[in-house]
């Protein structure tokens, strides 16, 4: 499973990186995810799910 984030839509308000730090990161002034680690992917999911503009996809 991996989280990806639309870079174009992210408004780089940081709360998926607060909600999963151990899939989302910081880069300058955008969100980066990366590959889920086991036992993650509902906190992912849920992070996913707060995001003010929809765009990160966990799949």
Do not use: R, W, Y
Not at 2 to 31: H, Q, R, W, Y
């Amino acid at each position: 499973m991996k989280a990806t984030v639309d870079t174009d839509s992210c408004i780089g308000c940081g709360l998926c990186a607060n909600d999963c730090p151990e899939v989302f990161t910081m880069n300058a002034d955008k969100a980066v995810g990366k590959d889920v680690p086991a036992g993650k992917e509902e906190a992912a999911k849920a992070a996913a799910a707060n995001c003010p503009v929809q765009c990160i996809k966990v799949a």
